[in-house]
């Protein structure tokens, strides 16, 4: 088989990483790709956004599967249209692709179907936005209901800022129209969570959970990044919670998705806050998660292949998913400066030095004349499998020191309990 994979970070290196052991892959592209992604697939320069030169490609080289990573294509319909020209890809069409694309969209399918979320309400309006706040107090979150590269939530400490944030989201449009509506809604005080899951017309089967760390510093203080360092399984997943996931949450997404005409072969990733042990739904996003997939597919035993032929078949089943009870941690590397400005350009050394078990994946790399150089403001994602929580801990640790590029940070207490 020939697959394409749509994007350009640790998710996609991941991905292609797993996708490549399978018996039965011949030739993986990756559309752009990075320093990563080239050691085990021929990246492409067509932008993740460009639909139709990514469908002019899949079709010149008959590629037989396609699998997209991040959300943008999703949202802007890249499901639909690899379909219409006849192609199989993997990933939620236009319609459910709103789950992620619209937070409005999400809060109501919650609400209609009884699943616990915060508290919210929803204007597009500024007047009646402000009116709005008197229904909560603070902290407060304030969301843009569309993409804004991740940026659009805002937390907000006291009626002045919240004031703020709403004039610069719905008057001064900072996010365009992404931001032409905002999701207010009450700020709920917990330990947060991922889980991802296949979907299949459906059916939707849980992975195994992964912990993310936001923030840039250590003892989760500091901005919100894209996620530097991550873990799996979440030791909040107790079997009870599981047991209340499944029967209040996923099986009500279950019925949502039936009901709304919500079909889709692809990925639901449902965004956990768990207060005093109860779940709350945070978001949906409809792609795998980053870096959550950098610690899932080391655990994941089952041909990524088979999985997702099997989901576009409507014939996945939850035992077809085998994992490795080993734990996982993986640490991001980051450019000095990141989540806010940073430079590029600096040469990566160490990575021959590092130990047999220990994994790269990029995040944000190139190549220059054979020089790895960072690309990002996450660079790399250094990843190890071990017999216990703290054994995977302790090998990242000791390895890490062997990697250098100018400016690299990184947080010192993933997996630390
Ligand atoms: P979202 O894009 O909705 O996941 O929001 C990004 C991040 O903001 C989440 O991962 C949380 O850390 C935080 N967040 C979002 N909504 C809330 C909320 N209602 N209460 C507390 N934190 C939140
Ligand atoms: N790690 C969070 C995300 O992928 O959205």
Known sequence: MNLLVIGSGGREHALCWKLAQSDRVDKIYCAPGNGG?????????????NIEGLLRFALEKSIDLTIVGPEDPLVLGIVDRFREAGLRI?????????????????????????IATARYGSYSNYEEAIKGLDDFNYPLVIKADGLCLGKGVVICDSRKMA???????????????????VVIEEFLDGIEASLLCFVSEGKVIPM????DHKQIYDGDKGPNTGGVGCYSPSPLFTDDLKEKIDREIVS?????????DLFYNGILFIGFMVVDGEPYVLEFNVRFGDPETEVLMPRLESDLVDLIDKCLESSIDESDLVWSPKPCVTVVATSAGYPGQYEKDFEIIG????NDDILVFHN??????NKLVTNGGRVISVTSLGNTMED????????LGKIDFKGIYYRKDIGKF
């Not at 992604?37 to 956004?49: G, M, P």
């Not at 709403?166 to 032409?180: K, T, V």
């Not at 990575?351 to 590092?354: A, E, F, N, T």
């Not at 944000?364 to 004349?369: H, L, R, V």
């Open 351 to 354: 990575l021959d030095q590092l």
């Open 392 to 399: 995977a801990r302790r090998k990242i640790y000791e390895d």
């Open 37 to 49: 992604t080239a050691l085990v697939a021929e990246n492409v320069d067509i932008a993740a956004d």
């Open 208 to 211: 195994e959970s992964a912990k």
């Open 163 to 181: 004031e703020e944030t709403l004039d610069d989201i719905l008057n001064q449009r900072i996010f365009g129209d992404e931001g032409s509506s």
């Open 364 to 369: 944000g790399t190139k190549y220059i004349d």
């Open 90 to 114: 993997f990933g939620a069409d236009k319609r459910a692709a709103q789950l992620e694309g619209s937070k409005e969209f999400a809060k109501r399918f919650m609400e209609k179907h009884k």
């Open 252 to 260: 009500r997404i279950i019925n949502g998705l039936r009901e709304d």
